[in-house]
């Protein structure tokens, strides 16, 4: 991975002006920084077992310093084998989900870009169902959805090289046709499954929830995720002359189709990862790096890092919402859907010239 890294640079790139355009201030930095960590703490007392932020700070703490136990046992199954699993898969699928948006609307230089352009979502779908259809269990399920997910987004690449055009615009041809011809999959597969078991099983699946995360789960997503985040940080300032367009970053030393190349497997490695564990959830590639860009700006170097902090944040609280507002837990998807389509007008409407 390091090899591919430094081959992408022929040259040192010299973009002062650019770089040191969008710098955020003190203020907006500890606010990023300080908001995963809060919802992080807030969010153990939500859910239908209640726990007092008392107790809560009081078993966190017995990890560390030996305290008289002054809370029923149930309490510390609670706090590290049910919600802080879920927790960290929360902020795992945020971070993911926005990541890839944030990067692929760069790389794409299209703000209506969300991490599923190329397939990935769908194929992971199709997996996921095909698993289930067959009573595969939740690791099988996890173990297809990942594949396929892969699967779908390296056919939009062989399919895009197999087509002598502008390399942008065949890869995302490639992958609304690769996209639908695993939905139509997934179509299929819900039409033929059965409608009293494994119907409702695909269906709930689809809508997105983190109901059945365990720390294997975790264990299980966080290396791809990772394997997938930590390229795209350390090549972010880079993404802001692939931004610029082909001659543009040609110029400048940048190897475009290997910077692209590495663009689309990590990002398809996050994305297929977090889909795997939570199911379709939408909205989230789309509109936090819109809320990232109003206040950071355009410059990558400050784009991902808010990207990934707010992305996480962002799919926490709503977690927290749907296990906390009523006594059935709501599925994630269909929160993101109304809280994402309003607020993505809004973002739209009060700014128009960030893409310019």
Known sequence: MERAIKSIIKKPITLQCLLSQCSIDSRKSMLLLSLPIIVFIFSFPIGQYPIS???????????VVPIEHTWP????????????????????????????????????????????????SAGSA??????????????????????????????????????????????????????????????LIKYIADPFDKLPAITFWLM??????????????????FA???????????LNVLSLGEEEARALGVDTSRLRLLVILCSTLMTASAVSISGIIGWIGLIIPHLARMLTGPNYKDLLPASIFI???????????????????IPLGIITSLVGAPFFIYLLSKTPRRWT
């Open 126 to 187: 199709f997996g996921a169902a095909l698993a289930i259809y067959f009573s595969f269990g939740i690791l099988g399920i996890q173990v297809m959805s990942f594949l396929f997910g892969l699967t779908a987004v390296f056919l939009t690449y062989v399919i895009s090289n197999k087509i002598r055009h502008d390399a942008i615009l065949t890869l995302v041809m490639a992958g609304i046709v690769v996209g639908t011809l695993f939905s139509s999959g997934t179509s």
């Open 208 to 225: 997105g929830s983190l109901s059945s995360i365990n720390s294997r789960d975790v264990y299980i997503s966080i290396i791809p995720i």
């Open 53 to 63: 932020l008392e107790q809560l700070i009081k078993i966190l703490i017995s990890k």
């Open 228 to 238: 997938g985040l930590i390229p795209l940080y350390l090549l972010r300032w880079h």
């Open 311 to 329: 992305g996480s944040s962002y799919l926490l609280l709503v977690d927290d919402i749907a296990r906390g507002l009523a006594s059935a837990e």
């Open 73 to 120: 046992a149930t309490l510390d199954i609670v706090v590290f084998q049910i919600r802080l699993p879920r927790i960290i898969a929360a902020m795992l699928v945020g971070l993911a989900l926005s990541t890839s948006g944030a990067v692929y609307q760069g790389m794409f230089k299209n703000p209506l870009v969300s991490p599923d352009i190329l397939g990935a």
